[in-house]
């Protein structure tokens, strides 16, 4: 269970900020944020199980996250790893093997524009305009209130002057979900409703701060938590981002 909300292309000085949690089993080896020394230009944090990634940034101009999609009934073991979708886009390539993966919606962001897409119930490949997106484990046409939560949140923080990142951390560390009326027909469980999963089994591994602005200068910040959802590190990476010509 993830949750993700991008502003894309819709501020004055910043032309990307994502943010986002990654949930998942606590046990599950991973590698935090660095530059990765088989692919010098990416910038992410590693799974090291299945070997991609689930959120990271391309000094070639490319960012791109992924979240798992909540669907049971479609999920098989055995199944390429979708770590690798990050992978690929981040590569500026076409994700290979997505229809032999478990359900998942990514976003992917490049110099050519902003795109979603996922394989759950049939392969998508969408454009999307300027504005506020936000990805969970539902459908992106209806995003549950958690997802619409942490858009609100990122939107008043891109309404206001002061450009600290660390509302944003405290944004992804809400720990109850906000009434939501109606509620959407596929909504997390309640274990899963709010934004930060506070679980010694499975929840929010790390949050993750990304912004670029129109000038091309990039951050990228993860803040990790162990199982008891004590902060353990914060590591900031500054990168390039190609500028439009």
């Known amino acids: 269970m993830c949750v993700a909300a991008v502003a894309w292309d ?3 000085d910043l032309l990307l900020v994502a943010i986002a949690n990654r949930d998942e089993f606590h046990e599950r080896p ?4 660095a530059r990765w020394s088989d692919a010098a230009d ?3 944090g590693r799974d090291l199980r299945g070997g991609g990634t ?3 940034v391309s000094e070639a101009g490319h960012f791109a996250l992924l979240t798992n999609f909540r669907d049971p009934q479609g999920f098989a073991h055995g199944r390429p790893s979708r770590g690798a979708v990050v992978t690929d886009l981040l590569a500026g390539r076409t994700p290979a093997r997505m229809d032999a993966m478990n359900p998942l ?3 992917h962001a490049a110099a050519g524009g902003a795109r979603f897409l996922t394989n759950h119930p049939e392969r998508l490949d969408q454009p999307l305009p300027g504005g506020i997106h936000g990805l969970s484990n ?3 046409a209806a995003p549950w209130p958690k997802t619409a939560q942490l858009c609100s949140d990122l939107g008043i923080w891109l309404s206001g002057d002061d450009r600290d990142i660390e509302p944003l951390f405290a944004a992804l560390r809400a720990e109850r979900p906000r ?3 109606p509620a959407p027909m596929h909504s997390p469980e309640p274990d899963y409703a709010p934004v930060f999963i ?4 499975y929840g929010t591994r790390c949050s993750t701060v990304v912004t670029i602005t129109r000038g091309g200068s990039g951050q990228i910040a993860e803040r990790s938590f162990d199982a008891a959802a004590n902060p353990v590190d914060t590591r900031r990476i500054a990168f390039r981002w190609p500028a439009p010509g």
Request: charged share 10%; glycine share 8%.
């Open 10 to 12: 819709c501020h004055p």
């Open 30 to 33: 991973t590698a935090p944020l």
């Open 42 to 44: 990416v910038i992410a």
């Open 54 to 56: 689930w959120l990271g």
């Open 105 to 107: 919606n990514a976003f």
């Open 138 to 140: 539902g459908p992106f």
């Open 179 to 181: 009434p939501a009326d």
């Open 198 to 201: 506070a679980n010694p089994r």
